[in-house]
């Protein structure tokens, strides 16, 4: 109880901590916030007393062929206790049918593979009000259609990601729960918001970190995997990537970050920018700090995407706030 307790209030004061300059900041109410990785036009932040209820996909409802992914891009942010309604018509002789399947994690939702996945919305609950689903916590959801063996996800579009964030009144809760931090099973216990079940890291500076360990950067090591295996990262933590500059031997390798999730899943390197060339991997490796408290989405870049494709070259990490400790 108590542990479940803390682990909550960790995560608001993780916001708090980042929103608390801001506050005080009436830019906010009108500004772009991008650390999500929304660039379109400004928005407001959620000011409304209560929770919102949206359609997904608006006008359009839920649908084979429509781009959700981009969807979920311009209408947001979400917030906490929002609700998402999906609409579709129930099967019948002229429309095909639909459901909504929730991933358990990005790699199951990239692949749309369904054994991962629990069905939440039933093809025969989409009529009438729709299917609601009510975003209750701080954490990354997957939605897709699984309809077909997944070719609705795949092929047809319905697939997209949210992360709800906190509405100002919570930051303020937030900010009166900080006191409990001062709590030593903070040190002891586990957040495991993001899918990590292993202590929090307590040191006092940051690490530099191999990717991908002894394996170093190179074509065919599941780097997915790797990073889901090693996290959490904390923020102002160096990942050091270390390949061979290019020679008659090895083949070349880079280092790109892409600006949001959707070039990163299709390895769009047009969406993307050079941080690591092929000659900075060699000695010591190339060195990048996690500077902010975002997501950052790695690949190499070489063979136009092939290495980030079918090499295995890519992975996200999202780095955290570190322990504090009294």
Known sequence: MGSHYF??????????????????????????????????????????KGPNKITVGGSENWHYGFDYKQWAWKNGPFYINDTLVFKYDP?????????????????????????????VGKPTQGGGKGFEFV????????????????????DGLMRFAVFPMFPLAMVLIASMLAVGLANKDWQHGNYTGWGFNHGLNETKGPNKITVGGSENWHYGFDYKQWAWKNGPFYINDTLV????????????????????????????????????????GGGEGFEFVLKRWQ????????????????????????????GWHY
């Open 7 to 48: 682990a909550q209030a960790l995560a608001m004061v993780l916001v708090a901590s980042m929103l608390a300059v801001g506050l005080a900041n009436k830019d906010w109410q009108h500004g772009n916030y991008t650390g999500w990785g929304f660039n379109h036009d400004p928005y407001h932040l959620n000011e409304t």
């Open 91 to 119: 099967p019948n002789d002229t429309t095909r049918p639909h459901s909504v399947y929730l991933f358990q994690n990005p790699w199951s939702f990239m692949k749309c593979d369904l054994s991962q996945a629990k069905m």
């Open 135 to 154: 975003l209750k916590s701080w954490q990354p959801y997957y939605f897709a259609c699984g309809e077909h063996d997944g070719l609705h996800c795949k």
């Open 241 to 280: 990537f270390k390949y061979d500059p290019p020679n008659d031997t090895t083949r070349p390798h880079s280092v790109y970050l892409f600006q949001n999730p959707w070039s990163f899943m299709k390895c769009d390197l047009s969406q993307a920018k050079m941080v690591g060339k092929p000659t900075q």
């Open 295 to 322: 997501p950052y989405y790695f690949a190499c870049g070489e063979h136009n995407g092939l290495h980030c494709k079918d090499g295995l070259m890519r992975f996200a990490v999202f780095p955290m706030f570190r």
